[in-house]
């Protein structure tokens, strides 16, 4: 009678009968070059290796200078793409609550700074000028979902596991809450200072006020099939990404939404900035970012 491992690449042959004894120094060589092979693996910084492409952005933010910080949750950590090359800008150490591990969202502040939320650790960070993230609230956001800022560099954040949009002040410190929300995700910040945002559950589009005290439903009932983003726009039109749907919806006051662009190349649209006249997403699935013009064209970034 025969029996086999199952793994094929080390497929080796049990016989029924008196067993071998096994050479003490042979297991030694094999745990050696295991060791040497992971080793050389994750370097000597501890990390593995990082892949040439992006593998699952879930955000995008862009800087006043064109550049584009992108939240890959499989990289895991931050690219940055800088005219139409992309590089890692942040990766972070594939292990339980490392920081940015489980890195959601981006914005940036009005001094240029990079802000990035991580459910991992539970917690929003600012990254230095030298590319080196720094803890502001101590570990007191659940899941952080959406990141906005207002001009005077107050943090607005989506908490998807507390049901709560937190206030950060600028510095860093404890949030203070702005609001209870259910299922809030992606925010964003009009010209008005109201913060719009996406829910999970019906309404699914909101408005709230500056001081939290008033909540506005723009659109009832359940007009996009799974959105995970929101970007508003000077004239306070809103543009919505709908991951189930392939689609970016376009939002005006008053009147019915409409799909700016549907299916390919868009797979999975998670993420939603502005640059300019431009909308740009990123798609978890295509493994891309997309630009995307007023009249709905979408031009790729980066990505496969």
């Known amino acids: 009678m025969k029996a086999f491992f199952v793994d094929d690449s080390y497929r080796r042959e049990f016989v029924a009968g008196p067993c071998r004894p096994i050479h003490p120094f042979g297991c030694r ?15 000597t910084s501890g990390l593995a290796a990082a892949p040439a492409r992006m ?22 950590g931050i690219w940055k793409i800088t005219e139409g090359k992309l590089s890692v800008y942040y990766k972070a150490a594939k292990q339980f609550r490392a920081p940015l591990h489980a890195v959601r969202c981006l914005a940036i502040d009005p001094q240029g700074n990079l802000l990035a939320g991580d459910s991992a ?13 720094h803890a502001l609230t101590g570990g007191k956001i659940g899941t952080p979902m959406g990141i906005a800022v207002r001009a005077s560099g107050e943090i607005l954040v989506s908490d998807l596991e507390l049901h709560t949009l937190w206030k950060v002040p600028a510095a860093g410190g404890a949030p203070t809450k702005l609001c209870a929300l259910e299922s809030p995700i992606g925010i ?7 913060l719009w945002v996406v829910s999970r559950i019906p309404p699914l589009l909101r408005r709230v006020s500056a001081d939290g005290k008033k909540v506005d439903t ?8 799974f959105p995970h983003d929101v970007v508003v726009d000077a004239k306070a039109v809103a543009y919505v990404t709908d991951g189930y749907g392939k689609a970016v919806w376009r939002v005006a006051d008053g009147k019915k939404p409409e799909k700016l ?8 649209p998670v993420g939603i900035t502005l640059q ?16 995307i013009s007023p009249d709905g064209k979408a031009t790729q970034c980066v990505g496969k």
């Open 29 to 43: 060589c094999w745990f050696a070059v295991l060791v040497f092979g992971l080793l050389m693996t994750r370097g």
């Open 55 to 76: 593998l699952y952005p879930v955000d995008v933010a862009a800087a006043a200078d064109g550049t584009l910080y992108v939240a890959d949750t499989h990289l895991p």
């Open 121 to 133: 650790t539970r917690e929003v960070y600012r990254f230095s000028a030298d590319g080196k993230p």
């Open 188 to 194: 964003c910040l009009d010209n008005q200072d109201r």
């Open 218 to 225: 723009v659109l009832p009932g359940r007009p996009f099939d």
């Open 261 to 268: 662009i549907e299916g390919k190349p868009l797979v999975n």
């Open 276 to 291: 300019n006249d431009q909308i740009i997403v990123s798609d978890s699935r295509a493994a891309a970012v997309f630009k």
